[in-house]
């Protein structure tokens, strides 16, 4: 279905948080004719002795990481999070509200190997993350006080990613954070309407028009959605509804390490460089009530828009109005779509 004519400016809901971004298409008439600037990257060693999260090395706080030969965890030695906070709250003032929270961070190694990223691991390797991802999900949603569990990752230096080792990072707390609140709102409120989830009547509209479909597999369909904001924004969602990641079984799991695997190596081949984002899981609260409403997905909000050193800036119009973009979901989808499935380094050798 046309829904409007998308050549004008225009402005499209994302139903997931009831935020609108502003498409302005007629700015990105020739949006790649500029030079594509390429960047040197380094070589890095397969063990730095210099690297927190190397195996066997001593990290910040002191700790020694293991000899570790999967993936690994470990307890934030900087944690933004406390377990042992104790409760308070301060709601009467409502212009100064507050809440104590309590909460458990972890650090996940993806690999021991320091010159790796996830687009250059092998499939069973990844697949020991998101075993890694359900292991620690299944352990954190047990603990009384953790109600929600935020998986994701920062990747490169512009996304403020302190090390290039390859890792990701849990925050677990006792709190709902502010974007699964507005996600749990809009999903509960569908569900109840049409009962089915959001995103499973979402999907099958997408799959319906294949315009915006990136990669999928036989679990998993990787799009930009109607509402992206980020240039080359990517959603990852489930074809089950599932609640969370602890409903997965191993097959599903290989799924999603496959399909995390197509995404990132479809990103560094947009630029022929190791692509920066920030990318994470979105899923149920893990607060014991069942949430049938949530439907289990992953973002990744890239920064770079026309080369290796171009960055958006969410400024000016972005920070004080609304999100704005040029270039149309549709034409990042085509352009992410058409790219080779082999990463660019494999091309090459
Ligand atoms: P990034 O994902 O943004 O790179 O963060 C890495 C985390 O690793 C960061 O939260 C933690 C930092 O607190 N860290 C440790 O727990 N131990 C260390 O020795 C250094 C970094
Ligand atoms: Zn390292």
């Not at 050549?7 to 020739?30: F, G, M, Y």
């Not at 499973?200 to 959605?225: C, M, T």
Request: net charge negative; glycine share 4%; charged share 20%.
């Amino acid at each position: 279905m046309k829904l409007i004519n998308s050549d004008s400016p225009h402005i499209r809901k994302n139903p997931l948080t009831d935020e609108w971004v502003l498409v302005s298409p007629h700015r990105a008439q020739r949006p790649w004719q500029g030079q594509v600037e390429k960047i040197q990257e380094e070589k890095r060693p397969e063990y730095d002795k210099t690297c927190y999260l190397c195996p066997g090395n001593k990290r910040a706080g002191g700790k020694v990481n293991p000899n570790y030969t999967g993936a690994y965890s470990f307890v934030n030695d900087f944690s933004a999070l406390l377990s042992d906070t104790p409760f308070a709250a301060n709601l009467e003032d409502p212009l100064f509200n507050t809440i104590n929270v309590n909460g458990i961070c972890k650090v996940i190694c993806f690999s021991p190997q320091h010159d790796l990223t996830i687009p250059e691991m092998e499939l069973e390797d990844i697949k020991k993350v998101v075993d890694l991802w359900q292991n620690e999900y299944e352990i954190l949603e047990t603990i009384p006080g953790i109600n929600y569990v935020q998986i994701f990752e920062n990747k490169g230096s512009i996304m403020g990613c302190s090390n290039p080792h390859p890792h990701g990072q849990i925050w677990s707390s006792s709190h709902i954070p502010t974007e699964v609140q507005k996600e749990s709102a809009s999903q509960k409120l569908y569900f109840n309407m049409h009962g089915e989830t959001l995103l499973s009547a979402y999907l099958s509209r997408e799959l319906d028009s294949s315009e915006r479909i990136v990669r999928q597999n036989n679990h998993f369909v990787a799009l930009v959605p109607y509402w992206a904001v980020w240039p080359f924004e990517v959603m990852i969602i489930s074809r089950k509804a599932h609640q969370n990641i602890s409903g997965m079984n191993d097959e599903e799991k290989t799924s999603l390490a496959d399909i995390y695997k197509q995404v990132t190596i479809m990103y560094d081949n947009l630029f022929e460089v190791s692509f920066a984002y920030s990318a994470g899981i979105h899923q149920s609260p893990s607060d014991c009530n069942d949430h049938p409403y949530w439907h289990f997905h992953m973002h990744f909000y890239p920064p770079l828009l026309r080369s290796a050193t171009v960055k958006k800036f969410m400024v000016g119009y972005e920070l004080l109005a609304e999100s704005q973009r040029d270039i149309t979901p549709e034409q990042s989808a085509e352009r992410l779509r058409n790219l080779p499935k082999v990463h660019y380094k494999c091309q090459k050798n």
